[in-house]
């Protein structure tokens, strides 16, 4: 059996399945399986696969029916202790991680390291590194831990199932509140980077914050005691007052310095003066 399972499912992104796959086969360490679930891409992927298809233990392109659908079929197809979830786009931060990460004989059921999330559009990095202690319930009401840089074992998803698919977005988050304040699931932190994370994935996607932010009070409704969802849905409601209070200071800062609002001010002065009939 293999030490690790390392799992990325693509979808019509073939630049950063290349990536992703490079990041994987140039590593050092060497005790591992690699699969690849493909959801039946049609942009030339399947050609990236095989291009690296002596790298890859199994890899199958087919329809599914979402992200988590192709994440489960990855765990059932997997035989290593450990799963790690890199998906297209995603990669590894040097071709040494896997080899220090295993350096320090990682024994938890959930061990992560550090994510550096990748701005494309803006050319920048920034390193996020969770703290053990900051491990709480409070955490996963805005948050989780980055799959792509969590290792968990295999045997957890077997003890309490896998990713729910009747999320679309949240389902990694509501599994590791089960697995760690639930089912008790021991975890540990190893301080070292361990992959990047393009912020151009569905989970990033500003168009989608509605329905994110709903499956996660679907997922704090079922896992927070009353008193727990009460206090969330508190913090929740003023995160969201406090949003659009910035957005409107915002705007009226863009609208003074472009002088539109003064334009507005005198076309409402005007229209007024209209309703009044002080024209005629």
């Not at 992560?112 to 999330?117: H, N, P, S």
């Not at 988050?173 to 992959?195: G, W």
């Not at 310095?257 to 001010?265: A, F, R």
Request: hydrophobic fraction near 40%; aromatic fraction near 12%; charged fraction near 25%.
């Amino acid at each position: 059996m293999p030490k690790l399972s390392i799992i990325t499912i693509n979808l019509n992104n073939k630049e950063g399945l290349e990536k992703t796959i490079a990041s994987v086969v140039n590593q050092t360490y060497q005790d591992f399986e690699y699969l690849i679930i493909d959801g039946g891409s049609t942009d030339g992927s399947v050609d990236v696969i095989k291009k690296y298809e002596n790298h890859i233990y199994d890899w199958v392109s087919e329809k599914d029916t979402g992200i988590y659908n192709a994440m489960n079929k990855g765990i059932l197809k997997s035989k290593g202790e450990y799963l790690l979830f890199l998906n297209s786009g995603d990669y590894l931060y040097e071709k040494e991680v896997l080899q220090k990460f295993f350096s320090e004989n990682p024994q938890e059921d959930i061990v992560y390291g550090d994510i550096v999330l990748e701005f494309s559009e803006l050319n920048s990095h920034k390193t996020i590194k969770l703290k053990e202690k900051s491990i709480k319930k409070t955490l996963f009401w805005s948050k989780s831990l980055p799959h792509p840089c969590s290792f968990i074992k295999k045997e957890l998803f077997l003890k309490i199932g896998l990713y729910n698919e009747s999320f679309k977005i949240v389902s990694d988050c509501e599994f590791f509140v089960k697995a760690i304040f639930k089912k008790k699931a021991s975890y540990k932190r190893i301080p070292l980077k361990i992959s990047v994370f393009n912020n151009q994935g569905i989970s990033s996607n500003p168009k989608l914050l509605k329905q994110k932010q709903q499956e996660i009070n679907l997922v704090m409704k079922q896992y927070l005691n009353k008193f727990e969802y009460f206090l969330y849905l508190i913090v929740a409601r003023m995160k969201k007052l406090l949003f659009i209070m910035v957005i409107r200071k915002f705007l009226r800062k863009i609208l003074i310095q472009t002088g539109i609002l003064k334009i507005i001010h005198n076309k409402k002065i005007i229209f007024r003066f209209i309703q009044n009939k002080k024209l005629f």
